[in-house]
């Protein structure tokens, strides 16, 4: 028996005797529907309808804002939602979508900058569904695992004339 025979008899591919059928040059082109999709990010708006609903504007006092904003995102066709927060005591304050390719993110809804460059981000926050609150990632670079993000609170500073603060009256 030839050493090719008793590897097949052992389960072993027979590489000498196997059929090129399969090979490249047999094989026409493909000529049917384009298969390929452009590969997608995965979504995070059911994460981040969760941190709205159960942590940020959790309650019935926060009803009508928190509707808003949850139809807000069902329509825009955008797979990556973060929360902008006041500060470090996560206060939320705006909906931002983040363009993958540029990583700046525009304002869907809500108060703060219209669009906000990564160089102007302060601290970064990841959601724990389980533990129903946002904890501080150790790093300064956007990416898809982000789910809230702080500012510098010098942006904060109303750039549009006010009302001029009325002077107390001495008694």
Same mark, same amino acid.
């Given at each position: @028996?030839?050493?090719?025979?008793?590897?097949?008899?052992? +389960?072993?591919?027979?590489?000498?005797?196997?059929?090129?059928?399969?090979?490249?040059?047999? #094989?026409?082109?493909?000529?049917?529907?384009?298969?390929?999709?452009?590969?997608?990010?995965?979504?995070?708006?059911?994460?981040?309808?969760?941190? #709205?609903?159960?942590?940020?504007?959790?309650?019935?006092?926060?009803?009508?804002?928190?509707? !808003?904003?949850?139809?807000?995102?069902? !329509?825009?066709?955008?797979?990556?939602?973060?929360?902008?927060?006041?500060?470090?005591?996560?206060?939320?304050?705006?909906?931002? /979508?983040?363009?993958?390719? /540029?990583?700046?993110?525009?304002?869907? /809804? +809500?108060?703060?900058?219209?669009? #906000?460059?990564?160089?102007?981000?302060?601290?970064?926050?990841?959601?724990?569904?389980?533990?129903?609150?946002?904890?501080?990632?150790?790093?300064?670079? @956007?990416?898809?695992?982000?789910?809230?993000?702080?500012?510098?609170?010098?942006?904060?500073?109303?750039?549009?004339?006010?009302?001029?603060? !009325?002077?107390?009256?001495?008694?």
């Amino acid at each position: @028996m030839s050493p090719g025979r008793m590897a097949n008899q052992n +389960g072993e591919k027979d590489w000498e005797n196997a059929s090129t059928a399969s090979s490249p040059a047999s #094989i026409p082109e493909y000529t049917g529907p384009k298969l390929y999709k452009e590969p997608s990010f995965k979504s995070n708006k059911f994460i981040i309808h969760n941190a #709205i609903s159960r942590c940020c504007l959790a309650g019935k006092v926060n009803q009508p804002q928190k509707n !808003k904003i949850v139809e807000e995102m069902e !329509k825009c066709q955008a797979n990556h939602f973060l929360i902008l927060f006041r500060d470090s005591s996560c206060q939320f304050r705006a909906i931002y /979508t983040m363009n993958p390719e /540029t990583e700046e993110m525009v304002r869907l /809804t +809500g108060i703060g900058p219209r669009v #906000i460059s990564p160089a102007m981000v302060e601290s970064i926050y990841k959601y724990s569904s389980d533990r129903k609150q946002f904890t501080t990632i150790p790093s300064k670079t @956007m990416s898809m695992s982000v789910d809230a993000f702080t500012i510098p609170g010098h942006l904060w500073q109303s750039k549009r004339p006010g009302t001029p603060k !009325k002077l107390g009256t001495p008694k």
